[in-house]
């Protein structure tokens, strides 16, 4: 069992950044994917960006060019930096952990989620 906690949400004025952090229990190597998603009230659950073990990133088009996802090791924490924030961008921000098991298919982990609320 992973446990992911969030934290660096808040308000903001639309321009402006913020880095949510993501630590897990254990060592994020271990992981498959790491990701993030958020939801805004009303909407679904959409994916914001991944980052897997070996390193590869991917980007909702919504935010490519202003979020960066990262991770340090040593911390067993993963970041998303997001710069140029959008009132858009509202919402509550979730870490996810996927470990694929053989012969049983992904596991899926969640936090508790942030919010991040931005003001235009």
């Known amino acids: 069992q992973v446990q992911l906690v969030e934290s660096g949400g808040g308000l903001v004025q639309a321009g402006g950044s913020l880095r949510l952090s993501c630590a897990a229990s254990?060592?994020?190597?271990?992981?498959?994917?790491m990701a993030w998603f958020r939801q805004a009230p009303g909407k679904q659950r959409e994916l914001v960006a991944t980052?897997?073990?070996?390193?590869?990133?991917n980007y909702a088009d919504s935010v490519k060019g202003r979020f960066t996802i990262s991770r340090d090791n040593a911390k067993n924490t993963v970041y998303l930096q997001m710069n140029s924030l959008k009132p858009e961008d509202t919402a509550v921000y979730y870490c996810?952990?996927?470990?694929?098991?053989?012969?049983?298919?992904?596991?899926?982990?969640w936090g508790q989620g942030t919010q991040v609320t931005v003001s235009s």
């Open positions: 996810n952990a996927v470990r694929y098991v053989l012969g049983t298919g992904p596991l899926n982990y």
């Open positions: 254990e060592n994020i190597f271990s992981i498959n994917v």
């Open positions: 980052l897997t073990s070996g390193g590869s990133t």
